[in-house]
C-alpha cells in the first residue's frame, strides 16, 4: 500500500522504541550528512528539491548512503504524496494501482505523487517499460533507488526520462557526525546516556564502512552493551570497549562486491592496473579484496595469465610460465592456501620488466587485416604439393633458412602492398632489449624487389 510521507514523519517522531537507526533518520536536506557532491548549496539537485522542480530521478548508491531517506525528504519538501514499492515484490498490476492512486490524488487535493522504486534494477524490462508513460506524462515522479550502475540495469528509454544521481558511501567525518548527534539527541536519540572517546567514535565509524544504518546499528548494539558494564567511568566508552562490544553483538560486514556487478569490475580494474603501474602492495590489496569478497581464484588467475602476455610479454618471458604454475597452483591446492601461490605471482608480476610490444603488434596485425583484407601470399613462400603448383610458381625463388645458418635468408615474407610494415616493436627493456637488437639485425627493412636497406 502507498505510505503517506506526513503519517511517516509523525510515526517517527512518536515511535521512541523503534531502532535507532529508524529514529535518527533525516528528515531535512540540513540534517542530510556526506553528499555535500550533490545536495550541498547551490548544487543541481538541491535547487529542484527547494524549487519543487524535481524530475524523475534514479538514485545510485551503496548500501546505507541515504538513497531511501533522501526520497522521502524530497516528497515532505515538495508536499508531493509519496509512494513506495519494492521491485523485488511488485509487478505491473502494482505499478498500474499506485498509477491510478496517483490520478486519484491529483483529482482530488492536487497533490504531486512521488513513486518510490526500491532495488529499480531488480525490475524487468516489461515492468520498467509499465512505467515510461505515466513518467513521460508526469503522472507520477519516479525516484528509483539502485546499488547497482543504472548503465548497465535500467533500460535506456526510462534513463533518458530521468536524471542519474550518483550517492557516495559516506566519509568518516560524517559517520562520526551521525553518530554524535544520535549519542546527544534528546528526543529520539541517546540523550547523552552515553559517550565515545574519540578514538572510539573513529574505530565505530570505520567499522560501518560508509554505510550510516550500520553506523547506526551498532551505535545502538555499543550502547546495549554498556548499560551491563559498572566499570566504565563517568558512561565514558574507550575503543577497546567498543571493539568488544561489536565482535559480540554485530557479524562481520560483508565486503560490497557483486561477481556481476559494477564493483566486480571496478575491483578487478584496478587489481590488473596496479599490477600494470608496478605497485605490489596495491596487487595484494586488491587481491585480498577479492579473495575476501569470494571470487573465485581461478578467476583471478586467468587475469594474471592475461597480465603475463599483455603488460610483460617478452620483455620478461618467464612470467607466462610463472602465471601458468600458479594456475596449476590453485588448481591443485585449492583455497585457503592457494592465497600463498596468488600473492606470489601477484608480487612477481608487479615487479617484472613491463612490455605490451607482443600485445600491440597483435593488434596492429589485425587491424591491419581487417584493413587491408586477405592480400596475396607472396608466391615464393607458398607451398608447392603439386607440379601443377610448381608450374604456377609456387615456391619459386624460396630460399631453406637452415640452408643460411649464418644469416637470415634474404626473401620477403609478408604480402607486397604492406612490405615494410613492422608490427612488432620491441622496446628497450629487460629481455626484450636483447631481442630488440636482434630483430634489428635479422629483420632488416626489405624493398619490393627483397633488397634490403642495408
Known amino acids: ?152 540495469e535500467i533500460n535506456a528509454a526510462l534513463l533518458s526520462r530521468s536524471r542519474v544521481i550518483r550517492l557516495e558511501r559516506l566519509s568518516i567525518e560524517a559517520l562520526e557526525k551521525l553518530i554524535l548527534r544520535a549519542l546527544q539527541d534528546s528526543e529520539l536519540g541517546l540523550n547523552s546516556s552515553l559517550q565515545l572517546t574519540p578514538e572510539a567514535l573513529e574505530y565505530l565509524a570505520i567499522s560501518a564502512d560508509g554505510d550510516a544504518r550500520r553506523a547506526l546499528t551498532a551505535l545502538e548494539s555499543v550502547w546495549l552493551y554498556a548499560t551491563g558494564l559498572s566499570e566504565i567511568s563517568n558512561n565514558i566508552l574507550d575503543e577497546k570497549s567498543v571493539q568488544a562490544a561489536l565482535e559480540s553483538s554485530m557479524p562481520r560486514q560483508p565486503l560490497l562486491y557483486d561477481k556481476a556487478g559494477e564493483e566486480h569490475y571496478n575491483v578487478i580494474s584496478a587489481f590488473i592496473k596496479s599490477i600494470r603501474d608496478s605497485d605490489p602492495h596495491a596487487g595484494l590489496y586488491y587481491l585480498a579484496r577479492m579473495l575476501e569478497a569470494g571470487e573465485d581464484p581461478l578467476f583471478i588467475v586467468r ?80 607451398n608447392a604439393p603439386t607440379q601443377l603448383m610448381k608450374t604456377e610458381g609456387y615456391g619459386k625463388g624460396y630460399r631453406y633458412a637452415h640452408d643460411q645458418l649464418s644469416e637470415r635468408p634474404k626473401q620477403t615474407h609478408l604480402p607486397e602492398e604492406i612490405l615494410g610494415k613492422r608490427f612488432y616493436q620491441p622496446k628497450d627493456i629487460g629481455f626484450e632489449k636483447q631481442m630488440k637488437e636482434k630483430l634489428d639485425l635479422l629483420n632488416p627493412d626489405f624493398d619490393k624487389k627483397g633488397n634490403t636497406s642495408i
Open 303 to 382: 587475469r594474471l595469465v592475461v597480465i603475463a602476455s599483455e603488460d610483460i610479454g617478452n620483455a620478461y618471458p618467464q612470467a607466462l610460465q610463472m602465471a601458468l604454475a600458479a594456475k596449476d597452483a590453485v588448481d591443485f591446492i585449492g583455497m585457503p592456501e592457494a592465497r600463498i601461490a596468488l600473492g606470489q605471482i601477484v608480487t612477481y608480476l608487479a615487479l617484472a620488466p613491463k612490455s605490451n610490444a607482443a600485445y600491440k603488434g597483435i593488434n596492429d596485425a589485425i587491424a591491419e587485416v581487417h584493413a587491408s583484407g586477405a592480400l596475396p601470399v607472396p608466391f615464393h613462400i607458398r
Open 1 to 152: 500500500m502507498p505510505e503517506d510521507l506526513f503519517d511517516f514523519v509523525h510515526q517517527q517522531h512518536n515511535q521512541k522504541t523503534a531502532p535507532l537507526a529508524f529514529r535518527m533518520r533525516p528528515k531535512t536536506l540540513d540534517d542530510f550528512a556526506g553528499q555535500d557532491r550533490v545536495l550541498g548549496p547551490g548544487k543541481p539537485l538541491r535547487k529542484w528539491i527547494e524549487n519543487d522542480l524535481v524530475p524523475s530521478l534514479i538514485l545510485w548508491g551503496p548500501p546505507g548512503c541515504g538513497k531511501t531517506t533522501l526520497a522521502k525528504i524530497i516528497a515532505v519538501q515538495t508536499k508531493s504524496h509519496f509512494q513506495s514499492l519494492s521491485a523485488v515484490l511488485a509487478g505491473v498490476k502494482d505499478i498500474k494501482e499506485m498509477v491510478a492512486q496517483a490520478r486519484e490524488t491529483k483529482k482530488l487535493s492536487g497533490r504531486k505523487s512521488i513513486l518510490f522504486v526500491d532495488e529499480i534494477h531488480r525490475f524487468n524490462k516489461s515492468q520498467q517499460d509499465s512505467l515510461l508513460p505515466h513518467v513521460e506524462d508526469g503522472t507520477v515522479t519516479l525516484i528509483g533507488a539502485t546499488t547497482e550502475n543504472p548503465s548497465f
